[in-house]
C-alpha cells in the first residue's frame, strides 16, 4: 500500500480507504461474515483509512466496524459521520446540523464504535438552517474536548468550506467523484488543494458502473441504485458502450476496470483519497492494487477521448437528492 496526508494533519492514510456502508446499507443484504473478513484483509493490506457513518444501516453498520475496530485501534483511522435522521413522515431523510443533535449523535457513535475518540468527524451534509459556521464552532468544541480528533465535511460547496476553515481546520472534505462525476472539478478541488485540506471521493467506482460488471437489469430490491438516473434503462445503451471501451483500456494496461478508475481519480492530486466501498474481500483486494498502476499522459488522454464519446450517463441523483447538496 502506498500513503498520502491527511490536511495539514501529517496523519499518513492509505491511499486508497475502505467504504464501509454497503456492508451494512443500500447495497442489497448484508453479510457480516464476509464484512468482518473484508476488515480483517483490509489490515493485512495496510488499508487504515474506514469511512462509516452513524445512518448506515441505523448504526448497524458503526457496530459492524467496531467488532474489528476495538482490537485493532491502534491500526485503524476511523472516519463517521452524522445528521441525517428519519424525516417526520416516516419515509425520507433529513438533515439535522444542529449542535444539540451533534452533540447527542457523537455520543452514539463513541458507543456503537466502542472507542474514546473519532479520528475525523465529519457533518454529512451543510444544514440550510442552521449556519456553517455555527456547525463547525459546535464540532470544533468535540475536539477540544477529546472526542474526535479531525473535522471534515461532506458534499460542502466551495464557499462553505471557506466559511468553515475560518471557524475550525477542515481536514477533509468527502464529496461524489468519479470518471462520470467531475463537477468537484470546478471549484471544490482547486480550494481543496489551496486551503490544505484533503478530497476524498466516494463512489469513485461510479457505484460499480465502471468496473464494467454492472448490470442494471440485476440490481435487486432494496438496491439504492435503482432510484438513481444514471442507472436507468435509458442511459444504458451509452453507458454500456463506455464501460466496454474502459475495460479495453484497462486490459492494455494489464489491469481491471476497477483499477484503472481508482488510479484515474489518484493522479488527479496528491491531496486526494478515495474510499471505494465494498464488503467483500475479492474487490478490495483489487481496488488495494490501483496504487501500483502508473498513468501516462497519453493513457489520460485516452481516457478523456472515450468519455468524450460517450457522455449521455445520466445524473447521478434525483433531483430531490440532489436539494440535500450544497450548492451555495
Given amino acids: 500500500m502506498k500513503y ?10 492509505s491511499a486508497v480507504g475502505l467504504g464501509c456502508m454497503s456492508m451494512s446499507h443500500a447495497y442489497g443484504e448484508p453479510n457480516d461474515e ?14 487504515n483509512f474506514w469511512d462509516t457513518a452513524d445512518v448506515y444501516g441505523n448504526g448497524k453498520n458503526e457496530e459492524l466496524i467496531s467488532k474489528v475496530l476495538t482490537q485493532n485501534r491502534n491500526k485503524v483511522f476511523i472516519a463517521t459521520k452524522f445528521g441525517f435522521t428519519q424525516g417526520t413522515d416516516g419515509k425520507g431523510m433529513v438533515f439535522n446540523g444542529s449542535p444539540a443533535y451533534m452533540k447527542t449523535a457523537v455520543e452514539a457513535s463513541l458507543k456503537r464504535l466502542n472507542v474514546d475518540v473519532i479520528d475525523l468527524y465529519y457533518a454529512h451534509r451543510i444544514d440550510p438552517n442552521i449556519p456553517v459556521e455555527e456547525m463547525v464552532g459546535a464540532m470544533a468544541q468535540l475536539v477540544t474536548e477529546g472526542k474526535v480528533r ?14 468553515a476553515h475560518a471557524v475550525h481546520p477542515i481536514s477533509a472534505l468527502q464529496s461524489e467523484y468519479s470518471l462520470l462525476t467531475r463537477e ?12 490544505g485540506i484533503s478530497f476524498v471521493p466516494f463512489s469513485p467506482l461510479a457505484r460499480g ?16 441504485r435503482k432510484g438513481l438516473p444514471r442507472y436507468q434503462q435509458e442511459y444504458q445503451d451509452n453507458n454500456s458502450k463506455l464501460t ?17 478508475a481508482l488510479a484515474w481519480v489518484l493522479a488527479q492530486g496528491e491531496h486526494i483519497i478515495p474510499i471505494p466501498g465494498t464488503k467483500r474481500r475479492k474487490y478490495l483486494e ?9 498513468l501516462t499522459a497519453a493513457d489520460l488522454k485516452s481516457i478523456d477521448e472515450l468519455l468524450a464519446r460517450y457522455p449521455n450517463t445520466g445524473n ?3 433531483e430531490a437528492q440532489l436539494k440535500q447538496v450544497d450548492r451555495s
Avoid at 4 to 13: H, K, P
Avoid at 154 to 159: D, F, K, L, M, Q
Avoid at 184 to 195: F, G
Wanted: glycine share 8%; net charge negative.
Fill in 4 to 13: 498520502r496526508i491527511l490536511g495539514s494533519t501529517g496523519v499518513e492514510l
Fill in 34 to 47: 464476509e464484512s468482518v473478513a473484508t476488515l480483517h484483509r483490509a489490515l493485512d493490506l495496510g488499508v
Fill in 150 to 163: 479531525f473535522l471534515g465535511l461532506s458534499e460542502a460547496s466551495a464557499n462553505s468550506v471557506k466559511k
Fill in 184 to 195: 468537484p472539478e470546478q471549484n471544490v478541488l482547486p480550494l481543496c488543494k489551496e486551503l
Fill in 209 to 224: 458502473l465502471v468496473t464494467n460488471t454492472l448490470n442494471i437489469d440485476e440490481l435487486k430490491e432494496g438496491d439504492f
Fill in 244 to 260: 466496454a471501451g474502459f475495460a479495453q483500456l484497462a486490459a492494455q494496461k494489464q489491469c481491471t476496470p476497477s483499477q484503472l
Fill in 286 to 294: 483489487d481496488n488495494a492494487g490501483s496504487v501500483d498502476v502508473e
Fill in 316 to 318: 447521478r441523483y434525483s
